[in-house]
């Protein structure tokens, strides 16, 4: 990993992890060189790699902070739709679509990839007792979690991952914010234009920090109610 992803990512996990919290001012360029030993040029890449992502803006002539736009927080683990609704509910999945390709710039960050390794890009609703409860775009890195096909997709993929590939689902960090809906939600949402809807923007982690999925999920209004795990 090049040095200046190294202090994205580290500066990353310390807004989320709120050692620098929303509205807080960020060291100057400087103290940050000294700080991870590298040059200002390094410092200011990484910098714009975070306003990139939406977590800190530079107010001319008072520095950089943290921005308040959006909910930041870390999960230890993320137990997936079927987890946590198949026992007492019906959940199924309808697969919009499925492709390999190479990952955007932005993915190759998250995932911590190469140009020239490829990944899948899933779209899927997901219903529970029949009505459409989420529209998840979900990228994940073909080698990492190898070999999904359709009948993984429309059961449980996060199942796959423990019971298939008994590998360990670890730490998430996810940005909560709030959007209207656009022509997909419209369409696969049931909802109207302009309806409100919760957006969850996850990168997960298996337990040996590898990152497996950079994922948007959708939720109309009417779920109201979204669970998931929080440190202790």
């Known amino acids: ?117 490829p990944v899948y890009d899933i779209v899927r609703l997901r219903y529970v007792d029949n009505e459409p409860f989420e529209l998840e775009y979900t990228i994940m890195p073909i080698k990492t979690i190898p070999d999904i096909d359709m009948a993984i997709l429309e059961h449980s993929i996060y199942r796959y991952i423990t019971d298939s590939l008994h590998l360990k689902i670890g730490p998430a960090i996810r940005k909560i914010r709030a959007d209207k809906a656009d022509s997909y939600d419209i369409k696969y949402l049931e909802v109207d234009l302009n309806d409100p809807i919760l957006e969850l923007e996850q990168v997960a982690r298996l337990s040996d920090g590898r990152p497996f999925e950079f994922s948007q999920t959708r939720y109309p209004y009417q779920n109201r109610e979204i669970y998931y795990l929080s440190e202790p």
């Open 1 to 117: 990993m090049t040095k200046y992803k190294e202090i994205v990512d580290q500066l990353r996990t310390n807004i989320y992890e709120g050692v620098f919290p929303a509205l807080s001012k960020l060291p100057e360029q400087t103290a940050l060189a000294k700080r991870f030993q590298t040059s200002r040029m390094t410092i200011q890449k990484a910098l714009n790699q975070l306003k990139q992502e939406g977590l800190i803006s530079t107010k001319r002539g008072h520095g950089t902070y943290v921005n308040s736009a959006t909910y930041q927080g870390q999960i230890n683990e993320y137990i997936g739709l079927v987890n946590r609704y198949g026992g007492r509910h019906k959940v199924q999945s309808k697969i919009i679509s499925f492709n390999v390709r190479f990952p955007e710039a932005n993915e190759m960050d998250y995932l911590s990839l190469r140009e020239n390794e």
